[in-house]
């Protein structure tokens, strides 16, 4: 069944909230008002349509575990509903704040797909579930606005970090600082359903240790370093000895997709 998605139509009589409904067998948006033909109320304006602050929605490759997922964000004016359509107008996504929440509303929201590996789902599957086009936000703040956004999803991805570290894994001291150099393949897993070489912005890179008995918090160093760079130094002071530690590399495109590769490091001596 087609989804139909009703937005900012007006007819003589009321406006009331919109109600996004989400079944198995489609998706309905109920048009945010009714017309009542024995009304002699005069007609009332359509509600302000406000911009989000910020809507995005892109893919994240993890090219060493060779899994894919997509991620969408979106952050504006406190709402009590949200919804995300895909180019063909399907719902995606939809929230709808009740209760305290719904009082006072929310404001940001990130949410990730599951990142099935390439064994279980073939990436030109999960491709095709997410097609490339403007993928549209609509939301209602607590005020009775109309919030809107919008965000473009490509399929190319920026090429894949291939990461060396000095010293090497397994070696690595927390008296030393640790070198991350990295270089940029752009053939990719997953059998040539997936493109590299997607313009890069920047690059993260990331340093997660674990303690090897889980009883002390997961410690996170991460940067951002230029998109010309091929390496950085990681301080001595961000190491701690006795953690499992593994450093990754992250690639963000210029169209908001991720490729990371990363690199387990053993435990920190």
């Known amino acids: 069944?087609?989804?139909?998605?009703?937005?900012?139509?007006?007819?003589?009589?009321?406006?009331?909230?919109?109600?996004?409904?989400?079944?198995?067998?489609?998706?309905?948006?109920?048009?945010?008002?009714?017309?009542?033909?024995?009304?002699?109320?005069?007609?009332?304006?359509?509600?302000?349509?406000?911009?989000?602050?910020?809507?995005?929605?892109?893919?994240?490759?993890?090219?060493?575990?060779?899994?894919?997922?997509?991620?969408?964000?979106?952050?504006?004016?406190?709402?009590?509903?949200?919804?995300?359509?895909?180019?063909?107008?399907?719902?995606?996504?939809?929230?709808?704040?009740?209760?305290?929440?719904?009082?006072?509303?929310?404001?940001?929201?990130?949410?990730?797909?599951?990142?099935?590996?390439?064994?279980?789902?073939?990436?030109?599957?999960?491709?095709?579930?997410?097609?490339?086009g403007t993928y549209t936000f609509s939301g209602v703040t607590v005020d009775g606005k109309i919030l809107v956004g919008s965000a473009d999803l490509e399929h190319q991805m920026p090429s894949m970090p291939v990461i060396t570290t000095t010293p090497a894994p397994d070696n690595v001291d927390a008296s030393m600082d640790l070198l991350v150099e990295w270089t940029l393949d752009p053939v990719l897993p997953g059998g040539g359903a997936l493109v590299g070489g997607a313009t890069i912005e920047r690059f993260e890179v990331v340093v997660e240790q674990e303690d090897p008995l889980e009883v002390e918090p997961l410690f996170i160093f991460r940067v951002d370093v230029p998109a010309g760079a091929t390496s950085f130094t990681v301080p001595a002071e961000a190491l701690h000895a006795g953690r499992d530690a593994k450093v990754e590399v992250i690639a963000v495109g210029e169209n908001g997709n991720k490729t990371a590769g990363e690199v387990e490091l053993g435990t920190v001596n």
């Open 1 to 132: 069944m087609d989804t139909v998605r009703a937005k900012g139509i007006v007819h003589r009589g009321e406006w009331r909230l919109a109600a996004v409904l989400v079944g198995l067998a489609g998706a309905f948006v109920i048009p945010a008002c009714y017309h009542n033909e024995d009304s002699s109320t005069p007609p009332s304006s359509p509600p302000e349509e406000v911009e989000l602050d910020e809507a995005s929605v892109f893919f994240e490759l993890n090219a060493t575990d060779e899994d894919l997922g997509l991620h969408c964000f979106f952050d504006g004016e406190g709402w009590i509903e949200m919804t995300i359509f895909d180019p063909n107008n399907a719902v995606i996504f939809h929230v709808t704040n009740s209760g305290s929440l719904g009082q006072i509303g929310s404001t940001e929201v990130f949410t990730e797909s599951a990142e099935p590996p390439f064994t279980e789902l073939d990436p030109a599957d999960f491709l095709a579930m997410f097609e490339e």
